[in-house]
């Protein structure tokens, strides 16, 4: 088993920031990555950022680009995405996905953390 726990969600205004947090234990990967995806009531869920943990490649969906940072710490197996400038339509529960980069889906996910964005 390989667990995933979010933290870092919350209420903010608009143009505010938040910085969520996903720590992943239970199992080591020699080379995975690990993403934000995130889910809006009644909206599919969508994918926000990724990052590779063995390189610093990263990937962001274009609406988020310049305002969201992916980041990580290897050391504390640990997944980061500060997120400025936030709008509305940033509002979601937010959720943090490893897999290995093999395969193309995302096996293993975190329980979530809400994002609300206030005007």
């Known amino acids: 088993q390989v667990q995933l726990v979010e933290s870092g969600g919350g209420l903010v205004q608009t143009g505010g920031s938040l910085k969520l947090s996903c720590a992943v234990s239970g199992r080591t990967f020699t080379t995975y990555w690990m993403g934000w995806f995130r889910q809006a009531p009644g909206k599919e869920r969508e994918f926000v950022a990724s990052?590779?943990?063995?390189?610093?490649?990263?990937f962001y969906k274009d609406s988020v680009k310049g305002r969201f940072t992916i980041s990580k710490d290897n050391a504390k197996n640990t997944v980061y995405l500060q997120m400025n400038s936030l709008k509305p339509e940033d509002t979601a529960v937010y959720y943090c996905a490893v897999k290995t980069t093999t395969t193309i889906e995302y096996h293993y996910w975190g329980q979530g953390t809400q994002v609300t964005v206030s005007l």
């Open positions: 990052i590779g943990w063995g390189t610093a490649l990263t």
